[in-house]
């Protein structure tokens, strides 16, 4: 028993009448009534009396009849709601972000959206600048938070944000743990872990010039790719690292966070937004309209 059977059985139930039923489903009156048999032979039961004159619903024919009806309308409702795209209206709004923006911007700034839109299904995935930039122009994501290269794709729009501060982050016995405010004379030094240039170049440069500006040369413990193994070296007590601010909300009893004096050449550490050019999405204009806005409040903590 398929679809198309019962179609035309639900025909000829309401025409009783060959012809007339195979005109409204534009087939063959020869078509229609074999499809009619089909149905019978696989049920295994008489749904029609024929004659030459007339034609009639056996008492199996009246019960098939009603419950294939409302089958066949359940299955037109849902055909017809599928074409016409009345679908699920949630919308997805799909973010990248560097580690730092994902820790502090984004979550601020959608403290302020998902109020306004409740429907919204947001998508957050956290990855470095090198791996969201391609998802960005391939449509994966519809806008990241990351350090702007010195070379960028002209298909994609870009707005700065801000500059994120930078901190020193300790072991937490270590003899600096203490002090109010660091620079670079308390930890000169010191063995540090340093940013795989590779995949974070800003991170991995600011450092370096914060050394090079005093005319020194950094003792490298390690380099380390990501925050989560930085911190960790760093709380192993293998060395300090001058880390984004918004680390300092991953709290740990074993690391202590310093604030970082900087000497007033160095910039922090530049944060940008950027989506494709062309994208009119409401929810993604929305995100930027409120980011400009709220540009204060999102990055006074930053």
């Not at 019978?40 to 419950?67: A, H, P, Q």
């Not at 017809?80 to 560097?98: E, P, S, V």
Request: charged share 25%.
């Amino acid at each position: 028993m398929d679809i198309n059977q019962l179609r035309c059985f639900i025909a000829v139930g309401k025409e009783l009448h060959f012809g007339r039923a195979a005109q409204k489903l534009e087939m063959m009156p020869a078509s229609l009534s074999r499809f009619i048999r089909l149905l019978e032979d696989d049920l295994g039961v008489r749904l029609l009396n024929r004659s030459t004159r007339n034609v009639s619903l056996t008492l199996e024919g009246i019960k098939f009849f009603e419950e294939a009806s409302r089958l066949m309308e359940q299955f037109d409702a849902l055909e017809l709601r599928f074409k016409n795209g009345i679908k699920d209206k949630r919308k997805t709004l799909r973010i990248g972000a560097i580690d730092s923006a994902a820790q502090g911007i984004v979550p601020a700034l959608l403290n302020l959206f998902v109020p306004l839109h409740p429907e919204t299904d947001i998508h957050i995935i956290e990855e470095k600048t090198v791996n969201l930039i391609p998802k960005l122009k391939s449509g994966w994501l519809d806008i990241i938070f990351f350090r702007k290269p010195h070379v960028m794709d002209d298909a994609l729009a870009t707005r700065f944000i801000t500059r994120e501060k930078s901190i020193l982050a300790v072991p937490a016995n270590h003899r600096l743990s203490g002090i109010k405010e660091a620079s670079i004379t308390d930890f000169q030094s010191e063995p540090i872990i340093i940013p795989d240039r590779r995949t974070r170049p800003h991170s991995h440069d600011l450092t370096m010039s914060l050394f090079k500006s005093a005319g020194l040369r950094p003792h490298v413990a390690q380099y380390a790719e990501e925050k989560q193994t930085i911190l960790s070296l760093v709380a192993a007590g293998l060395g300090v690292a001058v880390v984004p601010a918004s680390y300092r909300l991953m709290k740990s009893d074993r690391i202590h966070f310093i604030p970082l004096r900087f000497p007033d050449q160095l910039a922090g550490l530049q944060l940008s937004v950027a989506w494709r050019k062309g994208n009119e999405d409401e929810y993604l204009r929305e995100l930027l309209r409120l980011m400009n806005e709220h540009k204060a409040e999102l990055t006074d903590s930053l």
